[in-house]
Nanobody
């Protein structure tokens, strides 16, 4: 089992920034990718950004140029730096970790609200 603990969500004004963190613990030895999804009210969960153990990244088109995903392999922690936030970024953000054996694990989610 992998446990994922997210932090860093909150309320921010449009144009502001937040940094989310997700720390993995437990059976982390074969994690090969981590990332973030988000789910807004009455919408499906969608990919935000992902990063592999080798550092390859991918982003949703809606966040390219504004969000940056990074990873500290020693701490088994993934970060999501979110800049130039917009009201449409408001959602619950979920961290995930993918293992060769064991599949995908999810965090509990952290709320991000962008509002004036």
């Amino acid at each position: 089992q992998v446990q994922l603990v997210e932090s860093g969500g909150g309320l921010v004004q449009p144009g502001g920034s937040l940094r989310l963190s997700c720390a993995a613990s437990g059976s982390i030895f074969n994690i090969y990718a981590m990332g973030w999804y988000r789910q807004a009210p009455e919408k499906q969960r969608e990919l935000v950004a992902g990063i592999t153990s080798g550092g390859s990244t991918n982003y949703a088109d809606s966040v390219k140029g504004r969000f940056t995903i990074s990873r500290d392999n020693a701490k088994m922690t993934v970060y999501l730096q979110m800049n130039s936030l917009k009201p449409e970024d408001t959602a619950v953000y979920y961290c995930h970790a993918d293992r060769v054996v064991g599949g995908r694990s999810w965090g509990q989610g952290t709320q991000v609200t962008v509002s004036s």
